[in-house]
């Protein structure tokens, strides 16, 4: 059974970091991807960021580009985005996304797997 766990999702403050995880189980990792995407509320769901576990490429987009990092623990199955400089306007539900063909696509309809998602909110 395919199953995608996040974690890690809460109350910031702005310019604090945060640190989310995804815990894959049921997959296999060769030549796969792992995305994460957000939706804030009354807005579509939006890419962040996306990571080859094979290779480790790495892809996010322009808003989060140094203040996010996102990484992958293979022996651990897991993901991570490590959020730093956090900003009011990234407050959203965080989603992580598995994909079998590592493209590493901001295309949501290419990821195959989807985690249940965990909200951030950034608020003093």
């Known amino acids: 059974q395919v199953q995608l766990v996040e974690s890690g999702g809460g109350l910031a403050q702005p310019g604090g970091p945060l640190r989310l995880s995804c815990a894959v189980s049921?997959?296999?990792?060769?030549?796969?991807?792992m995305g994460w995407f957000r939706q804030a509320p009354g807005k579509e769901r939006e890419f962040v960021a996306a990571?080859?576990?094979?290779?480790?490429?790495?892809a996010y987009t322009d808003s989060v580009k140094g203040r996010f990092t996102i990484s992958r623990d293979n022996a651990k199955k897991t993901a991570y985005l490590q959020m730093n400089s956090l900003k009011p306007e990234d407050t959203a539900v965080y989603y992580c996304a598995f994909q079998y063909v590592a493209t590493m696509t901001p295309n949501d309809e290419e990821y195959e797997h989807w985690g249940q998602g965990t909200q951030v909110t950034v608020s003093s």
């Open positions: 049921g997959l296999t990792f060769s030549s796969t991807a």
């Open positions: 990571i080859s576990w094979g290779s480790g490429s790495t």
